[in-house]
């Protein structure tokens, strides 16, 4: 079955000249949304199954609720998929079901009890990635788990009580990309801590010195995500976007998160001879 077969009579797919750079945009609408670029369009058009939901009481919402964090590719998806990809694909299942549940993202389509989740598990997933999840406002107060579960009753109770279950509300993809931003943010702050651990054990294992292991692996590491992202940007035809972001993304991380890193992480005493040693203070040398 092909994709557009896929769509219903109100469905429809349009490829249009968007006019910039002589590239083609396609368009795409499907359950309620449009949808753009081929990677879109094709979720579209085969992973997000459309569900009619009129009420709580019917099983429907927690089929559409599992359709949105399907994690897995179908079965003629993956019976096409080479033995790299297939293993890829089933290494990916869990961690991609835990960035939708605790990413929002405007290239779904609307879905009430998505949203619902997203008000626990995303409040939740915050305070942990940055390590404050039991920190105590003040002395004799509960963590601040319990302060975001609350906030995250009060948000799921206005939710519940005025959105529709299939209407997409105006504002639904401006705020989903705001708040996507931000849990991204989140899931590199932690996966960063993480990296940073399991360097920090091979240092101590090895006996490498931790500036030698910065210089080398963390340095190389901290630069492939840019190399990748600058080279798709350029591909999508904005060279300059890309020469622009190779200078400003290392020196924004430098400016900003090496002053926060400083001030409100154990590490900053270590951060500080390093630079000592170097070139951000000249007068120490």
Aim: with cysteine; charged share 20%.
């Amino acid at each position: 079955m092909s994709c557009v077969d896929m769509f219903s009579d109100e469905e429809e797919v349009e490829v249009e000249d968007s006019g910039d750079e002589g590239r083609e945009e396609e368009f795409a609408y499907a359950h309620g949304t449009v949808f753009t670029s081929h990677d879109q369009v094709s979720l579209a058009a085969t992973e997000i199954e459309h569900v009619e939901i009129t009420t709580w009481r019917s099983s429907a919402w927690v089929w559409d609720l599992l359709n949105h964090l399907k994690s897995w590719p179908s079965r003629e998806e993956f019976r096409e998929m080479n033995i790299f990809s297939k293993i890829l694909a089933v290494i990916k299942i869990i961690p991609v079901f835990f960035f939708k549940m605790t990413v929002p993202s405007n290239e779904m389509s609307w879905c009430k009890s998505l949203f619902l989740l997203h008000c626990f598990a995303s409040i939740q997933f915050a305070l942990f990635a940055i390590q404050i999840i039991n920190k105590k406002p003040f002395s004799g107060s509960p963590g601040l788990w319990l302060y975001g579960l609350g906030f995250s009753a009060i948000l799921a109770a206005i939710g519940m009580y005025f959105l529709p279950f299939r209407k997409e509300q105006k504002y639904y993809k401006e705020a989903y990309s705001y708040l996507g931003f931000l849990m991204s943010i989140a899931w590199i702050y932690a996966t960063s801590n993480e990296i940073v651990g399991v360097i920090t054990m091979i240092g101590v294992v090895t006996g490498l010195s931790m500036e030698l292991l910065g210089l080398t692996i963390m340095a190389w590491s901290n630069c492939i995500g840019d190399i990748v992202a600058d080279i798709a940007v350029v591909k999508q035809g904005f060279p300059k976007m890309a020469m622009a972001a190779a200078i400003g993304g290392p020196l924004f991380s430098e400016l900003t998160f090496g002053y926060v890193d400083q001030k409100f992480t154990k590490g900053g005493s270590v951060m500080i001879k390093v630079r000592r040693c170097g070139a951000f203070n000249m007068g120490k040398q």
